[in-house]
Nanobody, 123 residues
Framework: QVQLVDSGGGLVQAGGSLRLSCAAS????????MAWFRQAPGKEREFVAA????????YYADSVKGRFTISRDIAKNTVYLQMNSLKPEDTAIYYC????????????????WGQGTQVTVSS
């Protein structure tokens, strides 16, 4: 079955950087969209970024555009989220997700989820 394993979170000061990884297994992901969502305490899960597994097209939330970069390594079956210029408001649990067909920004549309990795940005 499909398995997504998130890693790379941690504690960083404002202005710092982190790189999250999502190791995917269980099927070929051609035609799939891989995405990162995040959820802060007391808030709904929100879209961060998505990438087409096959073509590499990328999509970003306005709040992270220019600071975060999503990428994938097909040979390693891994998706990355490079996060630069981090802000305290980026603090959240970050989740990798996958679904076929469209880069939805609604988390309800995603079929598969990683376990999440905590990112904490101190001011």
């Amino acid at each position: 079955q499909v398995q997504l394993v998130d890693s790379g979170g941690g504690l960083v000061q404002a202005g710092g950087s982190l790189r999250l990884s999502c190791a995917a297994s269980g099927r070929t992901f051609s035609g799939y969209y891989m995405a990162w969502f995040r959820q802060a305490p007391g808030k709904e899960r929100e879209f961060v970024a998505a990438i087409s597994w096959s073509g590499g097209s990328t999509y970003y939330a306005d709040s992270v555009k220019g600071r975060f970069t999503i990428s994938r390594d097909i040979a390693k079956n891994t998706v990355y989220l490079q996060m630069n210029s981090l802000k305290p408001e980026d603090t959240a649990i970050y989740y990798c997700a996958a679904q076929p067909g469209f880069p939805f920004r609604d988390y309800h549309q995603y079929d598969y989820w990683g376990q999440g990795t905590q990112v904490t940005v101190s001011s």
